[in-house]
């Protein structure tokens, strides 16, 4: 089989994570992956924001938990998180973010690196708090969270997948 579709096919997400980190030479090109994905008119709007500082992703990962009601952590302990922001003025942003989330978590995958899409980043860039942090990293409020991807190494066993659902593709 192809090594891009065995990826593609094995790939799953990961929610148990050791404390090492992703080498800086693996990231750059899981970012640069994220950098060649697909875009509404080529606009490229999508922007990454790369966390490895650990206080800064206890912060956000309170704030996501907040969200949801609770005080986990819902980054799993990953040491590494890429906020993915998508450009408002653009009419496929939410598009382009996604696009440029699943060539982040498939290109971890194909070097090794494990990886999961966490939501919630709209809701904690709309807060007061995360609209700081925003302003601190150089983006307007015309950007809008689509997603954390999570990168690390798993502590546990790699899942497998499950089967597929019935009715999945349909053919006319």
Known sequence: MNETLKTLMERRSVRSYKEEQVP??????????GEYAPSGMGMQSAVMVVVRDKDTINQISRMNAAVMGNDGDPFYGAPTVVIVFGDSTRGTYVEDGSLVMG??????????????????????????????????????????????????????????????????????
């Open 103 to 172: 060539n982040l978590m498939n290109a971890a995958a194909s070097l090794g690196v494990d990886s999961c899409w966490i939501h919630r980043a709209k809701e904690v860039f709309l807060s007061e708090e995360g609209k700081t942090l925003m302003k601190k990293w150089g983006l307007g409020e015309e950007y809008v969270g689509i997603g954390n991807c999570i990168l690390g190494y798993s502590d546990e066993p790699h899942p497998q997948a499950k089967a597929r659902k019935d009715g999945y593709i349909i053919r006319v």
């Open 24 to 33: 800086e030479n693996i990231l750059q090109q899981i970012l640069e992956a």
